[in-house]
Nanobody
Framework: VQLAESGGGLAQPGGSLRLSCATS????????IGWFRQAPGKEREGVSC????????YYADSVKGRFTISRDLAKKMVYLEMNSLKPEDTAVYYC????????????????WGPGTQVTVSA
């Protein structure tokens, strides 16, 4: 299993970024997959996840209505569209996957990408 994030960078408050996660070594539609983030001095948290056990994607309350997760099964890609960015969205963003997972708790996910830095600042 391999995951590789891209698309991070510097954005202004109110701006947008699109993160991408290239996947390989597993069948994407059979696995739970999600985006997580970790800010300096804080614990890693689940941002948005797609699982086989949940009827719809999970979103953390802090990103609902602003972030959208999607998958392109043919390209084996996962995306996180981030709009209306806030300074508190600044963090390293990770893509992670697990064969079976419920929700978006980081400890349930075993395979992780190296992460991509997102900085929201004027």
């Amino acid at each position: 299993v391999q995951l590789a994030e891209s698309g991070g960078g510097l954005a202004q408050p109110g701006g947008s970024l699109r993160l991408s996660c290239a996947t390989s070594g597993f069948t994407l539609n059979y696995y739970a997959i999600g985006w997580f983030r970790q800010a300096p001095g804080k614990e890693r948290e689940g941002v948005s996840c797609i699982t086989s056990t949940d009827a719809s994607p999970y979103y953390a309350d802090s990103v609902k209505g602003r972030f959208t997760i999607s998958r392109d099964l043919a390209k084996k890609m996962v995306y996180l569209e981030m709009n209306s960015l806030k300074p508190e969205d600044t963090a390293v963003y990770y893509c992670a996957t697990e064969r079976v997972a419920r929700g978006c708790e980081p400890r349930q996910y075993d395979w992780w990408g190296p992460g991509t830095q997102v900085t929201v600042s004027a």
